[in-house]
């Protein structure tokens, strides 16, 4: 009979699918199926087993089906970066990782590649898309064939002709070995019901060993099957009692690897990482199973409850651990939601420029940081609070993509607009209306800088062709003006020498400097771009005036200021006189309230004497005041006086 301790959990068959990683529902063999209800009517039912035995169990069982393809995966790791190759480079890759890998081992990396493949090709067809309507197509009449998406679609065809292939093959090997192990429990059911005492001990261990090599079966009667095999191997030891010595020798060595199985547990108990204390355990479980046979019938019950009790601290433990995330896991929710919450709420209504986007976009983004940052949750629980995050992110991006398609239609009539300038400013390129022309170039210019930005594609080529044709014209321009006729250049040269000969007048009086001053008038009107000997030519006179001292100081100012000012009026350079007016009628208010806030002052000194030093120091100073007046007046009499 089954032992309860060693055995745990009702034994119930039930017609369960194999699910295969195609999800595909498959049943097992209906003979199989027969075959095996008919073992298992063989077997008493026993207690049911506690929690954390039976989910062990389970775990065991699918881990078992599922070996082969676990350990394939481990084999292959993704190392590339997809989104940065081309489609081509993709169907290269999906078509070498199809030839050259086992079907069982490459998911991971084909639904990677099909995830980057359809959004870059989807980002295609909708440019593609997007064309054919701005040339006035109809979205009804749209069509776009590629070479490269046939050859992918093919591709894929082929691949899951391969993965079905392999997943049919794999269903049938575990059908195959669940009906060679229901094969070893009737050929151990007949050893036990006819075997000689003299060779069934040798017949037993050919069928355990037979038992051991048989590969996985389905998960749905991975543990019914083990527990069957177990119930008779049990039944056999209970009935060798011919051959004491080899029973023993037996169970004293399985008692070893199941008490060593207990010390690994119990070590498992005290490791941090409980998911990795559990995978180990289940290893436990398994070579518990599958590698060990029974021991003596007194010692069974007492070992599985070792076993058990352990199974439990771990399960226990870990249970622990993941009640104490759950608690952790709505702190990190109601965190995560006070983001969702900022980002819905963030206020893009007073953004109307780039700059403004700029500084929202890292706003959120900082936003989008503190979300990941908070913590991970499991997708049971993380699912309604991702898709409120993804709700309100895609709110704000909404938002993004309406100004910056807008942004876009702007920027083209900007360039339009840019174009139209670089346009007029290379029509003038050989124009020589210069008073006319130059006026425009100064327009465009201005122009220019008032127009917003233009797609950056097209901004340094059209800023780049502006900016050389506006240099070819302002260059022409300078060229002109700097250009000396030979008659302008005759000018230049007598003035220069007249300019040194006037450095070696002696005794200069009056009459002299205005002598110099009208043969310097007579020699002609110099060129624009040396005018600075005109300024020379006054410093000179400037320093002969003030050699001649029997001249009146303020007679010196005004035929200094008469010879300034008769130079700017040869020149006709209105813009210097304007300014020269402004500044004398500034500086005659200025003395004016000089003079009235020193007469005012002298009102407080109507007791005082008029000898007095204070007194005589302030009339003194009206009296220059009143001096300087004078002067600044007949300045200002004789600018008006002149014809500009």
């Not at 035995?53 to 084999?75: G, L, T």
């Not at 547990?265 to 199973?289: C, F, G, P, R, Y």
Request: overall charge negative; hydrophobic content about 35%.
């Amino acid at each position: 009979m089954l032992d309860n301790a060693e055995n745990p959990g009702n034994i119930e068959l039930k017609n369960d699918s194999i699910i295969t990683p195609q999800s595909e529902e498959k049943l097992v063999d209906k003979e199989i199926e027969d075959s095996l209800e008919n073992v298992v009517n063989e077997v008493n039912e026993v207690d049911e087993d506690d929690e954390a035995v039976n989910e062990i169990e389970k775990s065991v069982a699918e881990n078992a089906e599922n070996e082969e393809e676990k350990e394939a995966q481990q084999d292959l790791q993704p190392q590339v970066k997809y989104n940065k190759l081309t489609l081509e480079e993709l169907v290269g890759i999906l078509a070498d990782t199809i030839e050259n890998n086992p079907v069982q081992k490459i998911k991971s990396q084909i639904d990677t590649i099909k995830t980057t493949f359809n959004k870059k090709f989807g980002a295609l067809l909708a440019e593609k898309k997007a064309a054919f309507l701005a040339e006035g197509g109809n979205s009804i009449d749209f069509q776009f064939s590629s070479p490269v998406k046939i050859e992918y679609n093919n591709l894929l065809s082929a691949y899951k002709k391969k993965r079905d292939t392999y997943y049919n093959d794999l269903e049938t090997r575990l059908n195959n070995n669940l009906e060679r192990r229901l094969q070893v429990i009737e050929d151990l059911k007949t050893l036990i019901e006819t075997a000689e005492p003299s060779t069934m001990y040798k017949n037993f261990k050919e069928i355990e060993s037979a038992w051991r090599l048989i590969g996985p079966v389905p998960k749905s009667h991975y543990n019914d099957t083990w527990k069957i095999y177990h119930h008779h191997v049990e039944r056999f030891y209970d009935l060798l009692n011919f051959s004491n010595d080899f029973r023993d020798l037996d169970f004293r060595h399985n008692l070893e690897e199941k008490l060593k199985i207990i010390e690994k547990a119990e070590a498992l108990v005290d490791e941090k990482d409980v998911n990795i204390a559990a995978k180990e355990l289940q290893e436990l479980h398994k070579a518990w199973k599958e590698d060990i046979g029974p021991v003596a019938k007194e010692m069974r019950e007492n070992v599985w409850k070792k076993f058990s009790a352990v199974t439990k601290k771990i399960h226990d433990k870990r249970h622990d651990h993941f009640k104490e995330m759950r608690s952790k896991f709505q702190e990190i929710i109601e965190k995560k939601l006070e983001v969702v919450a900022a980002i819905k709420s963030y206020d893009t209504s007073n953004n109307k420029t780039h700059n403004d986007w700029q500084k929202s976009i890292k706003d959120i983004e900082k936003l989008r940081q503190e979300y990941f940052s908070i913590g991970k949750l499991p997708y049971s629980k993380s699912e309604e609070v991702w898709q409120k995050f993804k709700a309100a992110t895609k709110k704000f991006n909404t938002s993004k993509n309406i100004f910056y398609k807008e942004e876009k239609n702007d920027q083209q009539e900007n360039l339009e607009e840019k174009i139209k300038l670089i346009e007029i400013a290379e029509s003038l390129k050989d124009s020589e209306d210069w008073e006319k022309d130059t006026n425009t170039m100064k327009k465009i210019q201005a122009d220019w800088k008032k127009i917003g930005h233009v797609p950056r594609k097209f901004s340094d080529d059209i800023w780049k062709r502006f900016k050389s044709a506006c240099n070819l014209y302002f260059e022409r321009l300078h060229e002109q003006k700097n250009k000396v006729s030979e008659d302008e250049q005759a000018v230049v040269d007598e003035k220069k020498k007249y300019l040194d000969n006037l450095k070696t007048i002696k005794a200069p009086t009056k009459d002299k400097v205005l002598k110099a001053i009208n043969e310097w008038n007579d020699l002609g009107k110099l060129p624009r771009n040396m005018r600075h000997l005109d300024d020379k030519f006054n410093k000179q006179v400037d320093k002969l005036f003030d050699e001649d001292t029997s001249l009146d100081k303020n007679e010196v100012v005004m035929l200094k200021f008469t010879n300034v000012v008769d130079t700017y009026v040869a020149d006709e350079d209105s813009r210097k006189l304007d300014s020269e007016e402004l500044f004398i009628r500034k500086k005659i208010d200025e003395v004016v309230r000089e003079i009235q806030q020193l007469e005012n002052n002298l009102g407080f000194f109507s007791n005082v004497s008029e000898d007095n030093p204070l007194v005589l120091n302030v009339k003194n100073k009206v009296n220059e005041f009143k001096e300087n007046l004078e002067v600044w007046k007949q300045k200002l009499s004789y600018l008006k006086k002149q014809d500009y």
